[in-house]
């Protein structure tokens, strides 16, 4: 599983004890702890002022029944807010829709049920923290900038630079990693809670709104 950034010792324990929770539990919790992050993220890049006015403003907007007080809408401001792209986007929607799966159908009781797997298949981030042993060598390879652009190559490696950072895990079988459902959700939500705890104003290049040259 990929490196998980935690943020106190209550919240080791509470991830040591979620891998050997069963699926349902471990989806929910999980899910819950990026929401989490998510909502934090949200506010550290609102307006700041010590004010009641704003306390009182962030309190109403994130409140349960409040416009942001589902993960649905969070996930939607954090991409209007371009804290993170098109692929992080629907990344968190289908951690979103894992764990309200689990939560709300009694009937779901594992990663192999078949509308968890698709969804956890659809994850995508996570295939780019994964990597085979053999890629640790183009780490120590800079890409060139041309005339302010780059190739797909060169993009590719700057990915993987940079992915290195964020707890990259590297393995002799990847397929049989990512194949795994259960590792992939809880991977992909390890990776989420690394970088939506990055302290800047958006999360590192891979999560950015840019996207790699079509040539």
Known sequence: MSTWTLEGEKEGEIISALLNETDRAAAIIAGTIVEDRLSRKLKANLRNDD????????????????????????????????????TAYKDLVAIKDIRNLFAHKMDILSFKTNEIANLCQNLKIVESYFLLDTDKSRLFNWPQITNG?????????????NSSIMGTVYTKDRQAVLGDNRERFLS?????????????????????DEQPPST
């Open 51 to 86: 004010t009641k006015l704003v306390t009182a403003a962030v309190t109403e907007m994130f409140r349960s029944s409040g416009p942001l007080g589902v993960f649905a809408n969070k996930i939607r401001l954090g991409y209007l807010m371009r804290l993170y792209g098109s």
């Open 149 to 161: 652009t780059f190739s797909k190559e060169d993009w590719d490696t700057l990915t993987l630079h």
């Open 188 to 208: 992909s939500c390890g990776i989420f809670m690394s970088h939506l705890s990055f302290n800047g104003e958006k999360v590192p290049l891979f999560f950015g």
